[in-house]
T-cell receptor, first 117, second 112 residues
Framework: GAVVSQHPSRVICKSGTSVKIECRSL??????MFWYRQFPKKSLMLMAT?????????EQGVEKDKFLINHASLTLSTLTVTSAHPEDSSFYIC?????????????FGSGTQLSVL | DAKTTQPPSMDCAEGRAANLPCNHS???????VYWYRQIHSQGPQYIIH???NNETNEMASLIITEDRKSSTLILPHATLRDTAVYYC?????????????FGQGTTLQVKP
């Protein structure tokens, strides 16, 4: 299957700093990527849809100025958590839409565990 | 997207078949049933999907009822590595999956 690489896998930062998470499609081009967050023992919550060359579409309740998404190329989308606070601590996961054997599926990165002190 | 209902947890003995049910009574005619699983602290992994016919691949089988209001994911010979949260998702598929909205899923515990 297609490979989606997410980096870093784990990051610890101080409150008030910004953190950038990268999501790369390694062997395919992804015009659309999705960003999710997940709290412990909870399901994945969709944050936003990232489209190459255009502004991201955010889900209701997700602050676009807090979670900056950039999808400048067909293989890279980034999520920047600005002025992070402890409540932003979470598991962030990206995914890319891929056409595989005639159907489109989502392949996911391995996730980034963000801890804000 | 149609909502799905899954049992919160299930146990299965290693080597036996694991049958995970999913109800999606409000599914519309052009929506597909997708199954993903998430092993602890990893990103979700695609398992299988279908529209109305039963499907099988190297990982699992998907049985969809004739009225399409429910489905069952079958792992034919569960191993300890199949312990994970399994998500049943109904969404537009085929040429455009759209976005995947995850429910609470079923935590499958495979026991030796």
């Amino acid at each position: 299957g297609a490979v989606v690489s997410q980096h870093p896998s784990r990051v610890i930062c101080k409150s008030g700093t910004s953190v950038k998470i990268e999501c790369r499609s390694l062997d395919f081009q992804a015009t659309t990527m999705f960003w999710y967050r997940q709290f412990p023992k909870k399901s994945l919550m969709l944050m936003a849809t990232s489209n190459e060359g255009s502004k991201a579409t955010y889900e209701q309740g997700v602050e676009k100025d807090k979670f900056l998404i950039n999808h400048a190329s067909l293989t890279l989308s980034t999520l920047t958590v600005t002025s992070a606070h402890p409540e932003d601590s979470s598991f962030y996961i990206c995914s890319a839409r891929v056409r595989d054997r005639g159907y489109e599926k989502l392949f996911f990165g391995s996730g980034t565990q963000l801890s804000v002190l | 997207d149609a909502k799905t209902t899954q049992p919160p947890s299930m146990d299965c003995a290693e080597g036996r078949a694991a049958n995970l049910p999913c109800n999606h009574s409000t599914i519309s005619g052009n929506e597909y049933v997708y199954w993903y699983r998430q092993i602890h602290s990893q990103g979700p992994q695609y398992i299988i999907h279908g529209l109305k016919n039963n499907e099988t691949n190297e990982m699992a089988s998907l049985i969809i009822t004739e009225d399409r209001k429910s489905s069952t994911l079958i792992l034919p010979h569960a191993t300890l590595r199949d312990t994970a949260v399994y998500y049943c998702i109904v969404t537009l598929g085929g040429g455009n999956t759209g976005k995947l909205i995850f429910g609470q899923g079923t935590t499958l515990q495979v026991k030796p």
